[in-house]
């Protein structure tokens, strides 16, 4: 696709690429995926990436009518994956209301303004930033990647289809065996990890993670960056859990608070780093469409509108949802932070850790003003659902730059599916309340919700200042003098088989390139690599739906 001052090239035209047929299709798949990621965030803490499944679920559809086209696809999926993503930010932090006080009281229409707050401060801020991070900086997103090439390779047919598909079986079946069963009968077929006993003595989640799709992500990053993220995970692990704790020199309580600590001091500092570097030099191309009729360069809607929508929401925010003027404040003006860090982190490594950076916002809003503890979630709810956003739509922007799809017709459709999420997630969660009660949330409850567990435990501060402002202050100078400072705060803070299973993907691609040069460079690797990917990506949604599906109908 050709992006140049604003001139832009696609393959078919706007409106055939959003069309009405699509954005049914789109809106009944969203509202599917909504409630079924809403049940299983809250039950596993978990959330498949649903973009390969809907990539291909749009596909077969839309497959029915003649005069579709690959970019129609592409632009249905996009709508239909928002909502997993809003559900997620939402059950990866509001139920640690609950877990610090089962009286506590909230609204239905608090909680659906938290919501929708956050979808349209998702879409605001990655209209804004989608051509610095897809087209200018041009990161992997490997979810993205693997989604256009599903695309590509399922419409063209051929030696290269049946290599794709293949391989997504094969990683289908693994995923069925080792999390499917499991679910059904309780017997283990396949160990979703091999730890390590040594490791775990001293804190540290030492081992390996099983997955097809984390090494298929680790081979599609490539050597480099894996390779940083995986020095994080040595130093966090082997020089502060276990070396640090075997020397003597650091609690095992003080060791796992500092290498935590920094971990998110990187990240937050890569963050600042992106915005004064990156976004701040290019304020008035980024940001001019709020300002004027101008659109967005590569045809996203222009922004006119934004900041009256941004004042109303802080209006929202104090008022309805009784968090202050200066919480909502530092709340929009943190989601323009925090949706920078997650579309660095979702474009190199393929993870969202989006209840991270509510729990960042969230510490921000309490350092300067007095807000009180549920209000103090609605921030890091707002947070966590734009940056979930932020990641699914990024994805989808990388998908529709490849397969030269207009992101205006994406964003649209995002904008569909998210405001649908925004309902549906909202609804879903005040009936398994009402089915089950505050208490069902926590470690002892039918929903263990850990993330929102660990913004809990957030609430009353970062567990050790000194290393997180060594992290953020490292974070920031490492981001300018251009050394891929994210992956290395990711793998500190990530725990360490996830790490592991990455750097598995990224060190075989390294061998296969210099093994087999030629095999790989005629892309067989990669489009091996994007099957696996997908493989657990739609298993995982399925088992997703399934175990909803139960949980919901025995309410």
Known sequence: MEEKNGNVKYAVSFKDQLTIRGMIIGAAGAVILTMSSMYVALKLGALPWPIIFVALVSMFFLKFFKNSNINEINVTHTAMSAGAMTAGGLAFTIPGIYMLDKNAQVNFLQLFFVVLGGVTLGLIFTALIRKYFVVTKKLPYPMGQAAAETLIIGDEGGEKSKTLF???GIAGLFTFLRDGIPAVSGKTIIPATLMNKTMLSFGSLGGIWLSPMLVSIGYIIGPLAIGVWFLGAIFGDFGILIGAVSTGLLSPELAAGIKSSLGIGLMVGTGLGIIFKGILPKAREIFGPLFSRQAISGGVISLRWAPLVMVLLAVLFTTVCGMGLIPSIVTILGVWLATAMSAQ??????????????IIILLAAKAVSSIGQTEAFFVAAVVAIACGLVGDVMNDFKSGYILK???????????????IGAGVSVGSFYLLITAYGPSAFGPEGMFAAPQAGAVAAMVGGIPHVPSFIAGLAAGCILYVVNFPVMTLGLGVYLPFYLSLTAFAGGGLRFILEKA???WTKRGSALIISSGLLGGEAVMGVIIA???AAAGLASL
């Open 516 to 518: 087999v040069p030629a």
């Open 345 to 358: 982190v979702v474009g190199q490594s393929g993870i969202n850790p989006m209840e991270v950076f509510g």
């Open 405 to 419: 799809s207009d992101p205006k017709a994406q964003w649209i459709a995002e904008g569909i599916g998210g405001l």
């Open 545 to 547: 739906i399934c175990q």
């Open 166 to 168: 293949s391989s997504l």
